[in-house]
T-cell receptor
Framework: GQNIDQPTEMTATEGAIVQINCTYQTSGFNGLFWYQQHAGEAPTFLSYNVLDGLEEKGRFSSFLSRSKGYSYLLLKELQMKDSASYLCAVTDSNYQLIWGAGTKLIIKP | EAQVTQNPRYLITVTGKKLTVTCSQNMNHEYMSWYRQDPGLGLRQIYYSMNVEVTDKGDVPEGYKVSRKEKRNFPLILESPSPNQTSLYFC???????????????FGEGSRLTVL
């Protein structure tokens, strides 16, 4: 079966750096997405990786290793507004999105 | 403004009373999808549509119907709602999902449904 694993919850301190990991086993791979979702709101797009390596976008970076079935989202200079859930999703061989359950990130002052 | 619009945003109904949640997008997207989200379970796909008049079941289609008569609209129909369909529902759209490097999904604001 297809599976995406991410930690359920993480806690970090304002101003610090946090890394949220995602591992996947899917039938085929056509790209990996990270979305941010504040409580009760719609997910919003953060990043997309289809090739190995690091993609940087401001305070957020996303890394992919296809051979290891692994990705991480790196958030720097954490702000209170970064408190949210972070969803990892993989596009499989049929171009359908397989979603992880999400990681709830709690930022403390 | 490019957007996906869902209605209603909040609804409390009773078991067995048919309801429809509408979804409309103004980005001329071919692909549309419905998800439900429950605590601890993440996003689960109910139905999706690759284009007009083409719909397919997702992971949790039981108890739901959809139609795609026009490109912009993709309504979700609950013929006989039950309490286990109490959930937060999201509609989403994107360009065609049939090639690598397919773009991001755009989500509606969500519809919180309670079935008593």
């Amino acid at each position: 079966g297809q599976n995406i694993d991410q930690p359920t919850e993480m806690t970090a301190t304002e101003g610090a750096i946090v890394q949220i990991n995602c591992t996947y086993q899917t039938s085929g791979f056509n790209g990996l997405f990270w979305y941010q979702q504040h409580a009760g709101e719609a997910p919003t797009f953060l990043s997309y990786n289809v090739l190995d390596g690091l993609e940087e976008k401001g305070r957020f970076s996303s890394f992919l290793s296809r051979s290891k079935g692994y990705s991480y989202l790196l958030l720097k200079e954490l702000q209170m507004k970064d408190s949210a859930s972070y969803l990892c999703a993989v596009t499989d061989s049929n171009y359908q999105l397989i979603w992880g359950a999400g990681t709830k990130l709690i930022i403390k002052p | 403004e490019a957007q996906v619009t869902q209605n209603p945003r909040y609804l409390i109904t009773v078991t067995g009373k048919k309801l429809t949640v509408t979804c409309s997008q103004n980005m001329n997207h071919e692909y549309m999808s419905w998800y439900r989200q429950d605590p601890g379970l993440g996003l689960r796909q109910i139905y999706y549509s690759m284009n007009v008049e083409v719909t397919d079941k997702g992971d949790v289609p039981e108890g739901y119907k959809v139609s795609r008569k026009e490109k912009r609209n993709f309504p979700l129909i609950l013929e006989s709602p039950s309490p286990n369909q109490t959930s937060l529902y999201f509609c989403a759209s994107s360009p065609p999902r049939d090639t690598p490097n397919t773009g991001e999904l755009f989500f509606g604001e969500g519809s919180r449904l309670t079935v008593l």
